[in-house]
């Protein structure tokens, strides 16, 4: 009884580590196919944040807006370095990359 138990466990010894090599091979297509869409996702996002913060400087810099004052300023949004300029025309905001967000006024009514 012994020596029919001593056979099968030595040959599932070899069925196991079978089975460990099917299952790394599967995580491992599993994170080749994943990693990259992943990467791609956060690159995206990154990308979507840093415009989102510039709108949102267009939008602070508008709120004190005049044809008079003409001005630049630089910040630092999170991990983002934005320059903001007012002109006559509009407000100009430009951030890392070359990317630019202009903002044209046409015209004014000013509440009393």
Do not use: C
């Not at 510039?54 to 008079?68: E, G, N």
């Not at 951030?95 to 202009?102: A, K, L, P, S, T």
């Amino acid at each position: 009884m012994s020596r029919q138990r001593a056979n099968k466990v030595s040959s599932e010894k070899g069925y196991v580590l079978l089975e460990s090599l099917v299952s790394l091979s599967l995580i491992t297509i599993v994170l080749v196919v994943t990693l990259p869409l992943t990467v791609n996702l956060v690159h995206k996002l990154e990308k979507q944040r840093i415009d989102v913060e510039m709108h949102r400087a267009v939008y602070d810099q508008s709120k004190f807006w005049s044809t008079d004052e003409k001005n630049a300023k630089e910040i630092m949004s999170y991990n983002t370095q934005l320059s903001i300029s007012n002109t006559s025309k509009g407000i100009v905001v430009e951030g890392e990359d070359n990317q630019r967000i202009q903002l044209q006024i046409k015209s004014v009514h000013w509440f009393p």
